[in-house]
């Protein structure tokens, strides 16, 4: 078995983790959020964290439970619409927020993990988003500078993997977390999963391992979904 594959959750954190340490989640609202590692980091006590992810989960799911042992320092996030904890701690000076336009947000973190320092874009000019950014002209319009983004830790989820760190998500699951597993300096992944090496077609590999230092198969995954709409007859 390869070096990369520790068996639980908090073992795959063990000797990663300090107070103040920028961590990168991946999934996008509940859908593809990496459960397991999650609630690792909330047992292990780390605190001052700034989390860079597209939400912050909801009152008692996903990242919305570190919120409650007041874990995170900041929020890199471009919607937060779901977690009343996070508006209260927000509005009584608790918790920082660090607003990004959704698209925004993706290609900072893609770029980071790309190693691209900034980038220009129109998305945000003539609003808060702009604030105190470097501004430029390109064909007469103008574009905001947007820095890439990194982090100490990146924690995503994926549908299989092998023991080598290749990663396969599955649909919608698949959103930012193919990006933040390049952007982490260590990245632990958590699948569904675990296959030996050789069984994927590498032209199916979404991740490859090279991005991923470690890697568990987690267990009880609850899969929720904020909001559930039905069809009526």
Request: aromatic fraction near 8%; hydrophobic fraction near 40%.
């Amino acid at each position: 078995m390869s070096a990369k594959v520790y068996n639980t959750a908090h073992e795959a954190l063990a000797g990663v983790l300090f107070d103040g340490m920028t961590v990168m989640s991946g999934g996008f609202g509940l859908c593809g959020i990496p459960e397991n590692l999650v609630a690792a980091l909330q047992l292990s006590g780390v605190k001052g964290l700034t989390v860079i992810s597209n939400n912050c989960g909801v009152d008692d799911f996903g990242l919305g439970l570190l919120l409650h042992t007041h874990q995170i320092r900041k929020m890199v996030s471009s919607y937060v619409g779901e977690n009343a904890t996070f508006e209260q701690q927000y509005l009584n000076g608790e918790l920082e927020i660090e607003f990004s336009p959704q698209g925004t947000l993706a290609e900072r973190i893609r770029a980071g993990g790309a190693g691209i320092a900034g980038f220009y874009t129109k998305t945000g000019v003539g609003t808060t988003v702009a604030g105190g950014k470097e501004e430029k002209l390109f064909d007469g319009e103008t574009h905001i500078l947007e820095t890439g983004l990194t982090a100490d830790l990146a924690i995503v989820k994926a549908w299989k993997g092998d023991a080598e760190g290749n990663l396969l998500y599955r649909r919608t699951a698949r959103n930012f977390n193919p990006m933040i597993a390049m952007a982490g300096k260590t990245t632990v992944a958590e699948v569904e999963v675990l296959v030996p090496v050789g069984t994927f077609d590498p032209d199916q590999i979404h991740t490859p391992g090279i991005f991923v230092q470690r890697i568990i198969q987690g267990n009880e995954y609850q899969k929720r979904i904020e909001k559930r709409t039905l069809r009526g007859n």
